[in-house]
């Protein structure tokens, strides 16, 4: 059995902070194709669709599609703030090599 991805108390803090459940919405985080190494992160505000795994805290949600889940098991979800800004961050051990502008990943 696969472990789901957790989520960072930081990431349902921001997600509360941004007002994301106020507005029926949750972090979306997907895997697609794409990207100069094979793979690339969709991470966007979304309404939780019926076949989503749905990840709870604080009272905010991180939903992953099915699709998806097999790429995330065992990730991180964390919410940074850097120099650079401020962004949600994905912890993935199961990527094998990121491209040099760090969007895209292989595995």
Do not use: H, W
């Amino acid at each position: 059995m696969q472990l789901p991805p957790k989520v960072t108390d930081r990431a349902f803090a921001r997600l509360a902070e941004i007002g994301a459940a106020d507005q029926g919405q949750a972090l979306r985080v997907a895997v697609e194709g794409g990207g100069c190494s094979g793979f690339q992160y969709d991470i966007r505000l979304d309404a939780p669709a019926e076949d989503d795994v749905v990840l709870e805290g604080a009272g905010q949600k991180v939903v992953v599609d099915s699709v998806s889940l097999p790429f995330l098991a065992g990730a991180t979800i964390d919410f940074t703030e850097e120099l650079i800004g401020a962004r949600f961050t994905i912890d993935n051990p199961n990527v094998a090599s990121s491209c040099g502008c760090g969007t895209s990943f292989a595995m």
